[in-house]
């Protein structure tokens, strides 16, 4: 079988160059037939990669350990599911999950763009078989998943236990579709350079492509987030650990081009801006790939150190020159139509977004690199970690807060006094109510105060915003309450829509702002029938259990929870002791409610009996997740909008 | 002013604060990795800001005090060691022979690190390692 393996990456490598070669013969010679047989190569790789996959997923679930994959990766005690899931648990696996998913986006390219005879569209899909040949070159050439033993073990070594959770089976295949999708709007960038395309449809196709993907990248961002919260017990959610940062550059930059490519669509502007954005996305995301798999730096996701860093490496470093040089080239496609006329105007307000939505990511970058980079310059190795994000992250983040409110409530082109005057007051004196408010609560300090402003700002200009356009479709409509808000919103998706992913990132500050400034934190050596308080909580411990199960044995802590005397049941935070590794991985106990989460961690079992109890209170820590999920609906909703392609579509007929 | 020059300006205030606060965050927060050889020559302690120190716990050195929770261990590079002190719970991954990573500051005097930060790197057992060649 790992024969037949072996032989579709293989075919998959020459189909993709295959595909390539055709297209541009095609192009260059103006024929249909080389296009139609190029085009038909990249289903070939999709369908070659899938049977790749198909045969290392049945060797890992089989628990084939002729593999060598499936022998580092797998043991036979593990469940099936988590089995299958180790496809991603290594490096040959992710990658070749990485290829799996780069040519579904050509294949689901190519089919919804089937009845689209424009070699433009050709050139789109040659732009992702050159991509896939670099994947293809690397698993058939580099890393292959097919390895076979000489000497099979009897049993395998196992699945880091911290993987073996139903978060780690659907967080890397959502954080990859977010990744791997920025390569379409890439495609469309350099095609569109390539082909000196004109008009303004490919925008709004790009737009469209850009938030599928970023969509992805953001929930799956927030499903990492929370798989390090219930999985990895220290109380926290991120921890500006290289790979959560690998993730947040390119959807930092994916939102910046959101942004922009509104005031290119409106105003015809900035458009070398918006084809640089894309390019960047593109190549953070290969980047982030990069630093998952390549070790480069320390992390905790960093299981595999190899060789493949140079190559990612050289990868994007010729792409991004490439890219560089196109926009270079074809300088007089990207030519402004219009000028900025103020800087107190929607443009000028989206263009310090962008300005600071690249510095985040500047900050961000030199401050995951800056080992490797001092080190190259000073010669002495300076890491910088969480306290530096947070210095230089955190009022960048608020800025860009202050300006999601400021933003919508400006006028396109200029923002006359009378306006601002008309717009600012309710959301002002809103955010300085909600800061009055919340001072009685304990939010001390700038950042935090500028926070609460900032939210309840951007609140105040959303419901502004809604109860606007409710005043404006009276006039035409008749249609009253709930049904008119549905009625407004549908009639202009993107808008609303934008409004409403705005409202999660507001949930989201928050909720980080809760459970950074008022996180509280108790730990004491606990008796049977001894408890503890914290908040007011008061915890009581009734006792241990042992537990055995498929892959390990559970030491558990029984824990009576109540508050204010109220009990409201047990909790059993725990360690669970892998018998394949040996290594105790704690299970954290979490009781989750609105206001706050309450988060225990059992520290084990002492010798002279007692119980050491770890517990933490995090407030609002839930307005996070839910904030994601608004986002997620916001952007769900706002890519139901056809119409702005209808419209394109006609002006171009 | 004609408004290039405003978005001029405006952006160089923007660049040169988000300048600003990457240095000064450098200068503040920036740790220097060290190995333990380096640590334990030096005759004087090293900046009073912290650093990052690369090792492995040495065998048999741990003491673990769960009540507290207070861990005490040697870290060793080969050829030297010194003692680490860390007030926290025992991470999952803590052995003896692990790699870890810990932050924080030395005392001269006790010839002690005081560990802020304690991160154990993933043990090899999920590398290669053990399996032998490829079948040719």
Known sequence: MSEIGRLAILMAFLCAVWSVGSIAWGLRAGLAGPLRSGRNALWAVCGLTLVAVIILVRALMAHDFTY???AEHTSLDLAPLYSAASLWAGQEGSLLLWLLILSTYGAAFLWLYRKRLDPFY????????????FFTYLLAFICSPFRILANPP????????????????IHPPILYTGYVGFIIPFAFGIAVLLMNRTGTRWIEEVRRWTLFSWMFLGFGILLGARWAYIELGWGGYWGWDPVENASLMPWLVGTAFLHSVMIEQRRGMLKTWNVALIVLTFELSIFGTF???????????????SSIGAWFMAFIIGSGTLATALILYRKALLESENRLDAIVSREGSFLFNNVLFVALTFAT????????????????????????????????GLALLLLTGAGPILSWKRATASVLQRNFIIPTVAGLVATLLSLPLGVRGIYPIVTVFGSAFVLATVVMEFARGLQARKDVAASRGAMAIIDLVTKNKRRYGGYIIHVGVVMIFVGVLGSTVFQKEAHEPLRTGQSMKIGDYTLTLKGTEQ??????????????????????????????????????????????????????????????????????????????????????????????????????????? | MNTTVKILIVSLVVIGSVTYLILSGVKQTGMQYMTVTELAQMDRAPKAGGFRLDGIVAAGTIRYDQ?????????????????????????????????????????????????????????S????????????
């Open chain 1, 68 to 70: 060598r994959y499936v």
């Open chain 1, 122 to 133: 050709d050139a789109v899909a040659m732009v992702v078989a050159s991509v896939a040949i």
């Open chain 1, 154 to 169: 009897a049993d395998g070594q196992g699945l880091n236990p911290l993987l073996q959770d139903p978060g780690m089976m």
């Open chain 1, 291 to 305: 630093l998952t798999r390549s070790g480069v730096l320390t992390s905790v996701h960093s299981f595999a150190e």
């Open chain 1, 365 to 396: 970058f030199l401050g995951t690199t800056f080992p490797v980079l001092s080190e190259a310059v000073t010669g002495s190795k300076i890491s910088v970690s969480a306290p530096f994000f947070n210095r230089v992250n955190v009022p960048i």
């Open chain 1, 547 to 653: 537990k055995m199960e498929r892959s390990a044995a559970l030491t558990r802590a029984v824990v009576d929870v109540s508050q204010n005397g109220k009990s409201f049941g047990e909790s059993r935070p725990s360690k669970a002791m892998y018998f394949k590794s040996q290594q105790p991985m704690t299970e954290v106990a979490l009781h989750q409610t609105p206001g706050e989460d309450l988060y225990l961690i059992l520290g084990g079992v002492n010798d002279d009996g007692t119980v050491t109890l770890q517990a933490y209170i995090n407030p609002l820590v839930s307005l996070i997740w839910a904030g994601g999920l608004v986002m997620l609906f916001g952007t769900i909703f706002t890519l139901s909008d056809r119409m702005r392609l209808r419209r394109e579509e006609k002006e171009a007929a």
């Open chain 2, 67 to 123: 009540k507290a929770p207070r861990l005490q261990f040697r870290m060793t590079d080969g050829k030297e060691a010194v003692n680490v002190v860390y007030d926290g719970l025992m991470p999952d991954a803590f052995a003896d022979g692990r790699d870890v990573v810990v932050e924080g500051t030395f005392q001269h005097t006790d010839r002690t690190l005081h560990a802020t930060k304690l991160v154990t790197k993933c043990p």
């Open chain 2, 125 to 136: 057992k999920y590398e290669a390692q053990g399996l032998g060649e490829d079948k040719s």
